[in-house]
């Protein structure tokens, strides 16, 4: 399915959502265990820092990242590699929509693309613009390959529900 308006691309997203908790025993695994993550708010001068410790995502934080690591294992971001319980949305022709099975966020989708480019945003902009505005009950964000991003050499973005992040309540 490829959807093309704003309230589907919403829609979309929270069904499928709901259907990998019903039937991706590891993502429902991990955002049942989502709720015993323990977090502490800081405050930094005028700014919220919120920690948190996530034991799931050691699988996603401790992947192989370095360049000479990342092309010798199998990319979990590529079509072919998914497994075979994780469903996506076609949002166009290059990206689709995951529920991500190691959340930061309840809930937290990655935005893929569909063929096997490196994470770079310069050209990509106007698609998470794009799916910025369409996915307009989450945010959408970026992490770049030198920024920690678990899949440094497949392009991706991420989204979570809005106000899920300090920065988004504290600019004017």
């Known amino acids: 399915m490829i959807v093309t308006q704003e309230s ?3 829609e979309a997203a929270i069904e499928l959502f709901d259907t990998q908790l ?3 025993e590891l993502a429902e695994k991990n955002y ?3 709720g015993a993550n323990r977090q502490k708010t800081i405050q930094l001068g005028n700014s919220r820092v919120i920690l948190q ?3 799931a995502r050691i699988v996603s934080a401790a992947s192989k990242i370095k360049p000479d690591e990342a092309p010798k294992r199998p990319c979990f971001l590529c079509p072919q590699q998914l497994p075979p319980q994780q469903q996506k949305v076609q949002l166009n022709d290059l990206f689709c929509l995951l529920v991500n099975p ?3 966020f309840y809930p937290h989708f990655t935005i893929a693309a569909t063929q096997h480019i490196s994470q ?3 050209p990509y902009l106007p698609d998470m613009l794009y799916f910025s ?5 989450f945010t959408v964000f970026f992490n770049g390959a030198g920024a920690g991003a678990s899949a440094p050499d497949h392009l991706h973005f991420q989204a979570c529900k809005k106000n ?3 920065v988004e309540t504290e600019w004017d």
């Open 22 to 24: 019903k039937n991706w």
């Open 120 to 122: 770079q945003i310069f």
């Open 8 to 10: 589907t691309f919403n």
């Open 53 to 55: 410790h996530n034991p």
């Open 133 to 137: 505005k369409k996915l307009n009950n």
């Open 32 to 34: 049942r265990s989502f």
């Open 164 to 166: 899920s992040m300090p």
């Open 102 to 104: 190691y959340p930061i």
